[in-house]
């Protein structure tokens, strides 16, 4: 079983429509959460880091479930501009990050 | 301020021959990561520096992959002798401050796509 699991899409959604998807880890020390962006034959940027608390970016919205084990993340309004992959990141107690295999997100117009 | 620089961008050998790929972190950055990517995948962690001490090599292939950063900063992995298997995008990503105790996020640079003939 992999550490980080991500559906891996791709999700297809109009433009200005609502997208949410999840990731699961399997670590339940795991420590801090990320989402990175990743656009075709490009690097991985960071998205956000996400809080227990939730926390919201603009259009973007991540949660944090610690009981469940996972994270996900909301794109309001979306744009064409965020088609991308977007990789979910889990760390453990000793910095080491672990990536999803990501989730293809496809805006169309 | 400029960012992670890695090169080759682009790097295409035979089978058996060696390859050495550089990075350059962002200025002040103590912690250095050298990641492998393959198609459709997450990256993977290869090995990780604090300073110039290798902190996490566990899933580095030790018989043919070799790494090092000198002086803390400039860091370069080899490999001798590439198999097809790693044909893949090798990033390089540095972030600041230990990671033992405080986890902040990295940049990456922009990979060296291997390809393997």
């Known amino acids: 079983r992999k550490e980080v699991e991500q559906d891996p899409g791709p999700f297809n959604v109009p433009e200005g429509a609502t997208v949410a998807f999840n990731c699961t880890y399997s670590?339940?020390?795991?420590?801090?959460f990320f989402w990175y962006r990743q656009d075709c034959r490009k690097e991985p940027k960071l998205l956000m880091s996400?809080?227990?608390s939730g926390n919201e970016d603009g259009r973007f919205t991540a949660q944090l479930n610690r009981a469940s084990q996972y994270i996900s993340l909301l794109i309001r309004d979306s744009k064409l501009s965020d088609s991308a992959t977007y990789l979910c990141?889990?760390?453990?107690?000793?910095?080491?990050?672990?990536f999803g295999a990501g989730t293809q997100v496809v805006v169309t117009p | 301020e400029a960012g992670v620089v890695q090169s080759p961008r682009y790097k295409i050998i035979e089978k058996k021959q060696p390859v050495a790929f550089w990075c350059n972190p962002i200025?002040?950055?103590?912690?250095l990561y050298w990641y492998r990517q393959n198609l459709g995948q997450g990256p993977e962690l290869l090995i990780r520096?604090?300073?110039?001490?290798?902190?996490?090599d566990s899933q580095l292939p030790k018989d043919r992959f070799s790494a090092e950063r000198l002086k803390g900063v400039d860091s370069t992995l080899k490999i001798q002798p590439a198999e097809l298997g790693d044909s893949a995008v090798y990033l390089c990503?540095?972030?600041?401050?230990?990671?033992?105790?405080?986890?902040?996020?990295?940049?990456f640079g922009p990979g060296t796509r291997l390809t393997v003939t």
């Open positions: 990503a540095s972030s600041f401050g230990e990671t033992s105790v405080l986890v902040s996020e990295q940049y």
């Open positions: 670590n339940s020390a795991s420590q801090s």
């Open positions: 996400v809080y227990s």
């Open positions: 990141v889990v760390t453990d107690s000793w910095g080491k990050f672990q």
């Open positions: 200025s002040g950055h103590n912690t």
């Open positions: 520096y604090e300073n110039e001490e290798a902190v996490d």
